[in-house]
Nanobody, 123 residues
């Protein structure tokens, strides 16, 4: 088990920024690829961004490229999602997830999930 706890969500106006954090437990954090997903009311969960165990590889959904940045601090077992130029369509519960793979897996290959943090963007 890899408990994951997200934080940093909140209410922000369109055009604003938020930084999400996801803290993991365990001593082998750098052996896990980490991802961020989101789910808006009435919609399917969708992939947002992912980062390899070393942090050297990153992947983004097209709709966040140039606005969101994923990063990680393996010494602190934490992954971050910096979200800039937020839009009302970004409103969702954001979940982090861990995959038992040092490389970025497919969206369906994550093994552990956090409870999520709410992000609400007002127009």
């Amino acid at each position: 088990q890899v408990p994951l706890v997200e934080s940093g969500g909140g209410l922000v106006q369109a055009g604003g920024s938020l930084r999400l954090s996801c803290a993991a437990s365990g001593r082998t954090f750098n052996s896990y690829a980490m991802g961020w997903f989101r789910q808006a009311p009435g919609k399917e969960r969708e992939f947002v961004a992912a980062i390899s165990g070393s942090g050297g590889l990153r992947s983004y959904a097209d709709f966040v490229k140039g606005r969101f940045t994923i990063s990680r601090d393996n010494a602190k077992s934490t992954v971050f999602l910096q979200m800039n130029t937020l839009k009302p369509d970004d409103t969702a519960v954001y979940h982090c997830a861990a995959a038992r793979s040092s490389r970025i897996p497919g969206p369906g290959a994550y093994d552990y999930w956090g409870q999520g943090t709410q992000v609400t963007v007002s127009s």
